[in-house]
């Protein structure tokens, strides 16, 4: 199995976290305030790069299913699990 590069990972994980910051549902109901849902959305998005880059960052040489699962053991499965399928959903 090939990996990525830190390039590629940092370029994907931004690229996610711009394309679905605009996606969220929450300013339907915010009418004339749907620009504070929208920065809402982007700071979080940007909180959660910073994690997954965090993450990267400290264990370089492993995918982030690995890294989950060293960490977590039995959980991290649970979670690796989920991530692939809220990726494929999205």
Known sequence: MERISKFQLSAMIILFQIGSSTLFELRIGAK???WLT???GMAVSFLLL???LGIQR???NK???QILVQYL???GKIAAFSYVLFFAYD
């Open 32 to 34: 004339q305030d749907a």
């Open 38 to 40: 929208v920065l809402t």
């Open 50 to 52: 910073m994690l997954f």
């Open 58 to 60: 400290r264990e370089p």
């Open 63 to 65: 995918i982030l299913v």
């Open 73 to 75: 053991g039995f959980f």
